[in-house]
């Protein structure tokens, strides 16, 4: 099984909520990820989780608040987005060796509005 | 600065014509080089992992190769639903689990 499952598939959202993103995996993995990808461009690292703990944090904006309760929950915490923040996030884990695949998920489509 | 780029950025192929998209990257260090099919609106499925010059990887009707400087995803008889949006990405000695992606081919198969 390698699936990585997001909730929900798609959020619309106004500038002033907050909302969260969910991830969710069973296969092991003690790394997780988030990514955003932009319309027909590749997806850009956002965060990245070893052991639970946040090892990399690409300057991401603090309107997102990556958390990590458990090696198989990944939280991704929205507040005051701006309508430029509107894309596909995705969440993806791996083995914490540096050079193994990364699985990811469907993703979620965020529109804030 | 590690760079990966994908050529053509986009190609239109009739079912069954055979073609091979390329993936060239100036890495320090490569760890690892994987491939990945995305549809639209879908996060990317992964397809292939190489690690060394000389490597190869087959999965039904795509075959991955890998040299020092590109590597490339051959496509053999293609069907329509092959057409995707096909990523090249690599991990570095200094970019320890960070995914450095292609632009990525838009891949079309017209029956």
């Not at chain 1, 090696?71 to 914490?96: I, K, M, V």
């Not at chain 2, 879908?42 to 990887?57: D, V």
């Amino acid at each position: 099984d390698t699936e990585v499952t997001q909730t929900p598939k798609h959020l619309v959202m106004g500038m002033t909520n907050k909302k969260s993103l969910k991830c969710e995996q069973h296969m092991g993995h003690r790394a997780m990820y988030w990514y955003k990808q932009k319309a027909k461009k590749p997806p850009e690292l956002m965060f990245v989780y070893s052991y639970e703990k946040l090892s990399i944090n690409e300057s991401v904006p603090s309107r997102f608040s990556p958390e990590c309760p458990n090696s198989s929950l990944l939280n991704l915490h929205l507040h005051a987005l701006q309508p430029e923040d509107s894309a596909l996030y995705l969440c993806a884990s791996s083995h914490l060796t540096t050079n193994t695949e990364a699985f990811f998920g469907q993703g979620t489509r965020l529109t804030v509005v | 600065e590690d760079q990966v780029t994908q050529s053509p950025e986009a190609l239109r192929l009739q079912e069954g014509e055979s073609s091979s998209l390329n993936c060239s990257y100036t890495v320090s260090g490569l760890r690892g080089l994987f491939w990945y099919r995305q549809d639209p609106g879908k996060g990317p499925e992964f397809l292939f992992t190489l690690y060394s010059a000389g490597e190869e990887k087959e999965k039904e009707r795509l075959k991955a190769t890998l040299t020092k400087k590109e590597s490339f995803l051959h496509i053999t008889a293609p069907k329509p639903e092959d057409s995707a949006t096909y990523l090249c990405a690599v991990v570095t000695a200094q970019g320890a689990q960070k995914l450095v992606f292609g632009q990525g081919t838009r891949l079309t198969i017209n029956p």
